[in-house]
């Protein structure tokens, strides 16, 4: 059986592959990418996990999940050119360690400079989040009003892309089926303290993998879960 790989371009280009490929084009430039998928798969459509999403408009991985959160987080996203697209596949090792999880926590294991890059802005951008929930009390108990002078609308709703990614690759469980995530975090003070304290979770361990912070430091605080731990480390710098 082929192994699908799915190219997002501005345009088609005559590429020849190894016979255990199947080549299908996904042509970016008016915002439909996003809509011409939604429509593969109302249509009948279904991605599996040995599919190959690669992007020849992006210099990472990270961003081009991103901009498509609908690139299922069991395959692999891959940046990468008509030159050099068969070699690329010859490399997938490699690829994969490229194609960091923003939401595992794992240590980085990439050389790449465009991919590391990458992994430090959204890193900081989870880590604003994550504090900006602390800060309005979402986290340890949940508060059972949302207090919009502490929050803005566009986190409350998950309309950053981040949350985007988040809701996808993580899909946080909801109490009913005709529940939206962002329904649920509107409605449920406890929902969002779980989504607050998965988003600590992640950086915890991002920080200790990433030789960021040390346990001992953390440890002469206190625990993770505790509050008070995460108003001590506030400034620490995420860097790789």
Same mark, same amino acid.
């Given at each position: 059986?082929?192994?699908?790989?799915?190219?997002?371009?501005?345009?088609?280009?005559?590429?020849?592959?190894?016979?255990?490929?199947?080549?299908?084009?996904?042509?970016?430039?008016?915002?439909?990418?996003?809509?011409?998928?939604?429509?593969?798969?109302?249509?009948?459509?279904?991605?599996?996990?040995?599919?190959?999403?690669?992007?020849?408009?992006?210099?990472?991985?990270?961003?081009?999940?991103?901009?498509?959160?609908?690139?299922?987080?069991?395959?692999?996203?891959?940046?990468?050119?008509?030159?050099?697209?068969?070699?690329?596949?010859?490399?997938?090792?490699?690829?994969?360690? /490229?194609?960091?999880?923003?939401?595992?926590?794992?240590?980085? /294991?990439?050389?790449?400079?465009?991919?590391?890059?990458?992994?430090?802005?959204?890193?900081?951008?989870?880590?604003?989040?994550?504090?900006?929930?602390?800060?309005?009390?979402?986290?340890?108990?949940?508060?059972?009003?949302?207090?919009?002078?502490?929050?803005?609308?566009?986190?409350?709703?998950?309309?950053?892309?981040?949350?985007?990614?988040?809701?996808?690759?993580?899909?946080?469980?909801?109490?009913?089926?005709?529940?939206?995530?962002?329904?649920?975090?509107?409605?449920?003070? /406890?929902?969002?303290?779980?989504?607050?304290?998965?988003?600590?979770?992640?950086?915890?361990?991002?920080?200790?993998?990433?030789?960021?912070?040390?346990? /001992?430091?953390?440890?002469?605080?206190?625990?993770?879960?505790?509050?008070?731990?995460?108003?001590?480390?506030?400034?620490?710098?995420?860097?790789?």
């Amino acid at each position: 059986m082929s192994r699908r790989i799915f190219i997002f371009s501005d345009k088609k280009t005559k590429i020849t592959l190894p016979e255990e490929y199947t080549l299908t084009y996904v042509i970016s430039g008016d915002d439909t990418t996003e809509m011409s998928f939604q429509k593969y798969l109302r249509d009948g459509g279904n991605f599996i996990k040995s599919d190959i999403f690669c992007s020849f408009l992006h210099t990472n991985p990270i961003d081009f999940r991103i901009d498509h959160p609908i690139i299922p987080y069991t395959s692999l996203a891959m940046i990468s050119n008509k030159n050099e697209l068969e070699e690329d596949l010859s490399s997938l090792e490699e690829r994969e360690k /490229e194609d960091y999880n923003l939401f595992s926590g794992d240590k980085v /294991e990439t050389d790449d400079e465009y991919v590391r890059e990458a992994i430090v802005k959204y890193m900081k951008e989870l880590k604003h989040l994550t504090y900006t929930f602390i800060d309005a009390g979402y986290y340890p108990r949940g508060i059972p009003e949302i207090d919009q002078g502490k929050v803005d609308d566009w986190m409350v709703t998950f309309e950053d892309p981040l949350q985007k990614l988040f809701m996808t690759s993580v899909r946080p469980e909801v109490s009913a089926d005709d529940l939206s995530v962002e329904d649920e975090f509107l409605i449920n003070g /406890e929902f969002r303290s779980g989504i607050t304290e998965y988003w600590m979770s992640v950086l915890a361990n991002f920080l200790i993998k990433n030789d960021i912070i040390s346990i /001992e430091e953390v440890g002469a605080i206190g625990k993770w879960s505790d509050v008070n731990v995460w108003k001590e480390i506030r400034d620490t710098d995420i860097e790789l």
